[in-house]
Nanobody, 127 residues
Framework: QVQLVESGGGLVQAGGSLRLSCAASGRTFSTYAMGWFRQAPGKEREFVAAISWSGGITYYADSVKGRFTISRDYAKNTVYLQMNSLKPEDTAVYYC????????????????????WGQGTQVTVSS
């Protein structure tokens, strides 16, 4: 089992920045890939970013490429999502997720790749 706890959400003006954190516990952190998804009101949950178990490969949705950066700290068992140049359309509940591991290689853009999910953190970007 993996437990995931997100933090760092909040209210920010357009053009501002936030950094989301996701603390993981319960399994060897270095053996599974991590992803971030988001869900806006009335919309389906969508892929935002992912990072491989090695940390060497990252993936981004086109809508956030160049503005968001995913990273992971193995010493802290934490994955981060640095969000810059935020737009009102980035407003959503953001979820982190862990794949089935260990060393699983799947389609990181696909929600079904991930077996564990956090409770979500709200990000609101005002115009």
């Amino acid at each position: 089992q993996v437990q995931l706890v997100e933090s760092g959400g909040g209210l920010v003006q357009a053009g501002g920045s936030l950094r989301l954190s996701c603390a993981a516990s319960g399994r060897t952190f270095s053996t599974y890939a991590m992803g971030w998804f988001r869900q806006a009101p009335g919309k389906e949950r969508e892929f935002v970013a992912a990072i491989s178990w090695s940390g060497g490969i990252t993936y981004y949705a086109d809508s956030v490429k160049g503005r968001f950066t995913i990273s992971r700290d193995y010493a802290k068992n934490t994955v981060y999502l640095q969000m810059n140049s935020l737009k009102p359309e980035d407003t959503a509940v953001y979820y982190c997720a862990a794949d089935r591991g260990p060393y699983y290689s799947g389609n990181y853009y696909y929600q079904g790749t991930y077996d564990y999910w956090g409770q979500g953190t709200q990000v609101t970007v005002s115009s």
